[in-house]
């Protein structure tokens, strides 16, 4: 029964490492993923992204959000100070 348990913990970290390899390879992903990711809101994602806080395209239909683009605008928010943590 052990042997299961533990074959099962290593099974969850290879998943795990392969999530992270994956979004490390990735350049765009979707709305729902960007929010997802970074804990927004539909109404949020889509207000900064008319505003063109973050980069999107259109493949065909669908669109996609570029991470780096997300990642920098929320590296351009002002920081918490101590005091208000």
């Known amino acids: 029964m052990q042997n299961t348990a533990v074959t099962n913990l290593h099974d969850d970290a290879r998943a795990d490492l ?13 709305p ?8 927004m809101g539909n109404t949020m994602f889509y207000r900064l992204m008319n505003e063109g806080k973050f ?11 570029r991470i780096a683009s997300v990642e ?8 918490v100070s101590k005091s208000r943590a």
């Not at 392969?18 to 979707?30: G, L, T, W």
């Open 18 to 30: 392969r999530e992270v390899v994956q979004h490390h390879n990735e350049i765009f992903a979707s």
């Open 32 to 39: 729902k993923e960007i929010q997802r990711r970074f804990g």
């Open 55 to 65: 980069e999107a395209v259109k493949f065909g239909s669908a669109t996609r959000v």
């Open 72 to 79: 920098a605008y929320f590296d351009s928010l002002p920081r």
